[in-house]
């Protein structure tokens, strides 16, 4: 994760009012010079002030898309901001608004630690048998070396859809960085659970003999979302017995006990359109993080929708970015002087531009 410095005055003592009143006085300013994404995890006040609101998959289309505006400020975390740069199709600045906005998912796999793994696993089942496909939320370094060896890029909306095609390609996969989404698609394509293992980086030759390697047509990358780890099959078990009508509908970066126990499962834009779709009287537990579950609590109040876990389960990093970094980021593009720019550097871009762009053109 980066570091985000304190922001100065006055930002930090401005009201909701006030900051609204600057952000709406910055945009009339920049007009069409600048794009504001919203991940659907932002904060309440901030989601409404997206031009483009969506899940990974949506942003990173737009980003690829958006010819107009000069600068794309990126309500969302390090991955999606460094995805829309690398996709963008001319000059345009890409900004992230707290530089601390990361993902703790994608900080699990360092690109060091994949390409000591490809190294263990290739001499024993040779490059022309192992492709690797990794979740969009890893870093732009991650998606390079994906991308330089023939590899492609998914998200929560196309897993299926692109682990198919990897495996038109060659006979295995090795998904980054995390697990359960991974296992989650596989398992639904009908692949066994037997023929997944983990990827352990912490442990030597990922904890596997050679005979393990052999018969793996699925490594998975031992990473995870703590957010959605915090959702179990036990609360799914009390929620029907409580509610017998309940339809239960969750992230697949959930585990896999959880998933085989929902009604449904998706990306956030699959999660939202299936809520907010769905007939006045629905009753809808969520395993996704607590902003999305309570926006569309807010948006249907003729269903009933709660959280998986009563607790709630909030993004940490997706919520650093609120109205005083947003109010202060638009103002530093006002006076000439932007901040937080997040720019992929050589030959990083170009490599990871590739294997996004393959997933792209499949989607
Ligand atoms: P979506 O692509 O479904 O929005 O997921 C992004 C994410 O970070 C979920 O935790
Ligand atoms: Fe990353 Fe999980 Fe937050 Fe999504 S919810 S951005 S995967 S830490």
Known sequence: ?????????????????????????????????????????????????????????????????????????????????????????????????????????????????????????????????????????????????????????????NAQKIITWAFQQRKRIIFFPDQHLGRNTCYKMGIPLPEMRIWDPALVQGGLSKEDIVSTRVFLWKGHCPVHLQFTSQQVDALRVKYPNIQIIVHPECDISVVEKSDFSGSTEYIVKMVSDSPAGTHWGVATEANLVARLAKENPDKTVESVNRFKCLCSTMNRIDLKHLSWTLDNIVAGTPQNIISVSEPTRSFAKQALLRMLQMS
Not at 6 to 11: D, R
Not at 38 to 46: G, I, N
Not at 52 to 79: N, P, W
């Open 1 to 157: 994760m980066l570091y985000q410095p304190p922001l100065p005055s006055p930002y930090p003592n401005l009201s909701e009012t006030e900051l609204l009143a600057r952000i709406h006085a910055a945009r009339k300013s920049l007009g069409e010079e600048v794009v504001i994404l919203t991940h659907h995890y932002q904060r309440p006040e901030v989601v409404p002030l997206g031009d483009a609101i969506g899940d990974s998959l949506k942003l990173a289309q737009f980003a690829a898309s958006q010819t107009r505006a000069k600068y794309i400020v990126f309500c969302g975390v390090h991955f999606m901001a460094e995805s829309a740069d690398i996709l963008k199709t001319g000059n345009q600045v890409v900004i992230l608004p707290d530089l601390g906005a990361g993902c703790d998912m994608a900080d699990m796999a360092d690109v060091d630690m994949v390409s000591k793994a490809w190294d263990d696993i290739v001499p024993v089942v040779g490059e022309e048998n192992i492709i690797p496909v990794t979740y969009v939320n890893c870093t732009a370094a991650l998606k390079a070396f994906v991308g330089l060896k023939g590899g492609i890029v998914c998200t929560s909306t």
